[in-house]
């Protein structure tokens, strides 16, 4: 450990030399730190400073210690976690799909603050008593969420949520466990006919994988435009235009909301548009954009595929008085096809828990859902509905009740 600490010393005493930026030039910190190391070995030899006891571990903890984010490195480079969270220096916590795990991970109050100082050094944001909340996105597209006190009790509050895309397709969730094959046939077949889909689900169900998954089957020639809080989806179409929002700058300025970006989407020759996630006003702007006739996907916080409904028929009245219920309810149900809500099953795993159709019709200012896919027994089965549009599938050649196995 003493070599360690005096092979990190010297690191930092060329990076301050040589005027290198840790964060923006990864490969020529890489380089200096293996030309230290070398130039160490051969000193150690002469017996002028303690030898390492690894050198590859070496390289590893001075890199993550320099140009990363210390001891919390690993858990950032580590595939399998999906979020890191600090209630308190002693409690440093991860998720491994979708499961809390206490780490072995022990730190000090200098040290969570001087983490966020240099996670937010990247971002330009600031975190000081007269800004006790941040929010910011670091290097690698981490979403960063720091709380200090007064607002905490007596310690730093960190939140660090990484995005990790386990599914470029469908099949890739049936691998997963996720979807049941039969599912998966029907919900690519509604995408590739155009239907516009909401994903729904409680926070750390799976939305964005969903989302991430479904567009997969949107046809290779379609022009897509995705607009996001921060960047999360991972696509591979090859026509596409990712935005995300933009924070107001210290001064108050600069801000970019959702509600923006959807509407220069609309502006942008989209064939599909994607909403990373309705929150607030902006599911107005949506629906204004389904109703143009933009077939669109797009997820939201609910806790079942009914509730997803209700909450996209209210949200958009925050976009102000003028905007009533009577316009909004019909409005959903004639341009939302399909919900797909997630959840978890009795182990915890993530599971697609209902596939609800809207056939279009609302009932003393009810939407109509009808139930293709349903949770019985704890899988997902077929149900009794169908979706709306079958002139659609119709076009693309797809028998819908053959793909659903109708019964007669």
Not at 112 to 125: A, D, F, N, Q, T
Not at 172 to 182: E, F, K, Y
Not at 376 to 386: A, C, I, N, S
Request: aromatic share 4%.
């Amino acid at each position: 450990m003493e070599g360690l600490g005096i092979l990190e010393r010297e690191v930092r005493e060329l990076i301050r030399r040589r005027g290198i930026d840790p964060v923006r030039d990864r490969p020529g910190i890489t380089a200096l730190v293996q030309e230290a190391i070398a130039d160490y070995d051969a000193r150690s030899v002469l017996g002028v400073v303690p030898p390492l006891a690894d050198g590859q571990a070496a390289h590893k903890a001075v890199l993550d210690s320099v140009a990363g984010f210390g001891p919390l490195q690993r858990y950032l480079d580590d595939p399998e976690v999906e979020e890191i969270w600090i209630n308190n220096p002693q409690q440093v916590f991860v998720a491994r799909r979708g499961e809390p795990e206490l780490t072995t991970t022990i730190l000090t109050h200098a040290q969570v603050r001087e983490l966020v100082e240099r996670m937010l050094k990247v971002s330009g944001r600031r975190l000081d008593l007269s800004s006790p909340f941040v929010d910011a996105t670091l290097p690698g597209g981490e979403r960063l969420h720091a709380v200090i006190p007064d607002i905490t009790r007596t310690d730093w509050v960190v939140n660090i949520r990484k995005y990790v895309v386990r599914a470029d397709h469908l099949e890739d969730l049936v691998a997963l466990g996720s979807l049941p094959p039969d599912a998966a046939a029907f919900l690519a077949a509604a995408v590739r006919a155009g239907l516009n889909v909401l994903v729904s689900g409680a926070t750390q169900a799976g939305k964005t994988t969903m989302l991430n998954a479904l567009c997969g089957a949107v046809p290779v020639r379609e022009r897509i435009v995705s607009c996001e809080e921060v960047f999360e989806l991972r696509l591979s179409a090859r026509d596409w235009v990712a935005m995300q929002c933009r924070q107001p700058n210290l001064e108050g300025t600069g801000e970019i909301p959702l509600r923006r970006l959807v509407k220069e989407a609309l502006r942008m020759r989209p064939d599909r548009l994607l909403v990373g996630e309705v929150r607030e006003a902006e599911a107005l702007d949506l629906l204004i954009a389904l109703n143009a006739g933009v077939p669109a996907m797009c997820t939201i916080h609910a806790n079942s595929a009914r509730e997803a409904v209700t909450k996209l028929c209210t949200l958009p009245l925050l976009a102000g008085e003028n905007v009533s219920d009577r316009f909004v309810v019909p409005t959903v149900a004639s341009c939302v096809d399909l919900v797909v809500h997630l959840g978890h099953d009795a182990r915890g795993r993530r599971r697609v828990r209902e596939v609800v159709g809207i056939p279009g019709r609302t009932e003393q200012g009810v939407v109509e859902t009808a139930e293709i896919f349903t949770w019985r027994d704890e899988r997902l089965v077929r149900g009794d509905g169908f979706p709306p549009h079958p002139e659609r599938f119709a076009r693309l050649g797809i028998d819908l009740a053959a793909l659903l196995r109708a019964r007669g």
